[in-house]
């Protein structure tokens, strides 16, 4: 199996992270990394694009083989469009067709959940599954679908766990009320603490250490986010009963503290519905840009 160099390309909303990949179709590891903010607009978010493959490919040893970008919102991987995202400067733009073209290496165009998933199956946490859904909880929540031992796409409409609605009434950003990420995600944690106690945090992880600590408000907050990720894990369960659930992004560092009252409001649930093992990722924030790279090696080997 032949050994590839590749730049992955993990596009956020505030930050576009790049790194220097090399491997196979199975395994990749990242040498180098860089990273910019990501600009408000199109044309200044391709040049950042270009700068981190440029800087990245003249520290390599090797010719770069091909390029892999990925990013949230609604991606059609199968024709590298970016379809649509809500907070970030594009709507039906070609990425792979227009990258290809300028950088003059093939280009892969994914999405980055389902990049992360990709990764976590090939040599993560999901190794090992034919059947699962990596879930990352950051600043949103989305799921990558494995089903039988494919990573589902629904031309790029699947996988928006973040947005079923649990029964907790609170609008969301997206315009449905009730969605799991309004009260679960990472960014709702520590928003929702913030507005219960008036006290500001930087993010979900001083929740967390609120919540080992005992503090009433920050374990009240902390139960309202397992209950909807109990209940969004529930959907799951009833319509695909994965195997496992892989919890990943910035909620799972907090290991224990969310798995353990996770699966017991879970087994609370639980009626014929298969129970999913819940089980951390392995690869932290390194998932985006190894998926990326996965997807660019899987174009070469097409």
Known sequence: MARRHVVAVDIGGTETKAALVSGTSESVAAEKHARRATPGELAPL?????????????????????????????VDEANGIGVYTTNLPWSQFPFSAVMTERLGVP????????????????????????????MPIGTGIAGALLLDGRIYSGEGFAGEIGHVNVGHGVPCACGQIGCVETVASSAAIARRYTARTGTPVKGAAEVALRVRDGEQDAVAVWHEAVDALARGILVLATLLGPEAVVLGGGLALAGDLLVDPLRERLDGLIAFQRRPELRLAALGDEAGFLGAALLAIDTLEA
């Open 107 to 134: 280009v892969a165009f994914g999405h980055d959940v389902r990049a992360a998933g990709l990764a976590e199956c090939r040599m993560g946490a999901a190794r090992d599954l034919r059947n699962a859904v990596i």
């Open 46 to 74: 391709l040049d950042v694009i270009a700068e981190l493959v440029d800087e990245l490919g003249n520290a390599s040893e090797h010719e770069i083989d091909a390029v892999g970008i990925v990013a949230p919102g609604i």
